[in-house]
């Protein structure tokens, strides 16, 4: 690809991570600044954000380390929390795993939540890999400044997880979700999503929202497959 | 210590993502497994939300005073109506705040 169109898709796949790597402000400063409260280096902190790079098993990371919890313990439970990753890594198998090496580890370590969320939507004749480096490149640059942001500022933020920034993220998912909401199988799909993703959490299950989100489709799986052979 | 649990954590993770990623690994997809795969945005996504929206606080709340709640139907009705993804975003995180902060002040 010539380096001017792939320069255009980087710019353009950042532009489109703009909204979500705000909307990670509140955690990225919040896992930055729990890292402090929690007797760690900054160097240690910013290393979390740097080399593990998720959000969820960041956070609950450092409060078990808060709290003297063992290495294996910290292990298994960041492994349940970040499962979500397999499924996305299924999902986006038939694009990524024709990329070479290079490309497919970097693509593999940027692939989070929200990457998945901007990326996944394009098949293999739309994929374009520098746009997909764009929104992940952006977004691992937002959350290590913000992370750095919360070392800094430390415990001057005031109740940080009380302002409502969370409500971004959500609103964020929700723009991206509800387009897709044409049919009944994938209504299907999210009302059982939902639902068991709010037991579940409600439950404080560590994989409540894989467990949800594969519920969730199992459900609109099954509604299709009824559907399409009627 | 912290840094060797860092190490494994950033090591678990990426396992996690890369997984599935290699063409080395001995799987083919299915029509069934791509269908079923076709669910994963609207499924993972909504669980994502679902917690955030209906649980602030760690409680249900159903009421029209959690503007959690408010505050992603008026994303929901805007996308819908404008396809504008963005716009419907800054405009609900906007009601959102403005609903909440009238809320805080009610006595």
Redesign the interface.
């Known amino acids: 690809m010539p380096a001017s169109l792939a320069r255009t898709a980087y710019i353009q796949g950042s532009i489109a991570c703009i909204?979500l790597s705000l909307a990670v402000a509140p955690w990225g400063l919040l896992a930055g600044s729990m890292a402090i409260e929690a007797n760690?280096?900054p160097l240690?902190g910013q290393?979390?954000s740097a080399?593990?790079?998720?959000g969820a098993?960041q956070l609950v990371?450092i409060g078990m380390?808060k709290g003297g919890a063992n290495?294996f313990s910290?292990?298994l439970t960041?492994?349940l929390l970040?499962?979500?990753?397999?499924?996305?890594?299924?999902?986006?198998?038939?694009v990524?795993?024709?990329l070479p090496t290079r490309w497919?580890?970097t693509?593999?370590?940027l692939?989070t939540?929200e990457f998945?969320?901007l990326v996944?939507?394009y098949d293999r004749e739309q994929f374009n890999r520098w746009y997909a480096f764009g929104v992940g490149f952006t977004f691992y640059l937002a959350w290590n400044l913000f992370t750095l942001a919360g070392i800094v500022l430390g415990q001057n933020i005031p109740h940080l997880d009380k302002l409502?920034l969370?409500?971004?993220?959500?609103?964020?998912?929700?723009?991206?979700?509800?387009?897709?909401?044409r049919n009944l199988?994938?209504v299907v799909?999210?009302a059982v999503?939902?639902?068991?993703?709010?037991l579940f959490?409600?439950w404080k299950w560590e994989t409540?929202?894989?467990a949800?989100?594969?519920l969730?489709?199992?459900a609109?799986?099954i509604c299709?497959k009824c559907a399409g052979a009627r | 210590m912290v840094f060797v649990l860092i190490f494994a954590m950033g090591l678990l993770v990426f396992l996690n993502r890369y997984a599935f990623l290699e063409p080395r690994l001995p799987l083919r997809l299915s029509s069934n497994a791509r269908q079923f795969l076709g669910f994963a945005v609207p499924g993972m996504l909504t669980a994502i939300c679902g917690p955030i929206v209906f649980l602030p606080e760690h409680q249900l709340d159903l009421s029209p005073a959690n503007p959690y709640l408010l505050g992603s139907l008026l994303a929901v009705v805007l996308v819908l109506w404008t396809r504008n993804t963005l716009l419907s975003m800054l405009l609900s995180m906007g009601f959102f705040f403005v609903y909440r902060g009238w809320l805080n002040g009610l006595p």
């Open positions: 909204p760690l280096t240690q290393g979390l080399i593990v790079f998720a098993a990371a380390l290495l910290i292990l960041t492994l970040t499962s979500q990753h397999l499924l996305y890594g299924l999902s986006m198998r038939p990524l795993s024709e497919r580890l693509l593999g370590f692939m939540d998945f969320a996944s939507q409502g969370d409500f971004s993220i959500a609103a964020t998912f929700v723009a991206l979700i509800a387009p897709t909401v199988p994938t799909c999210v999503a939902l639902f068991c993703s709010v959490s409600y409540a929202l894989v949800a989100g594969l969730g489709m199992a609109g799986f299709q």
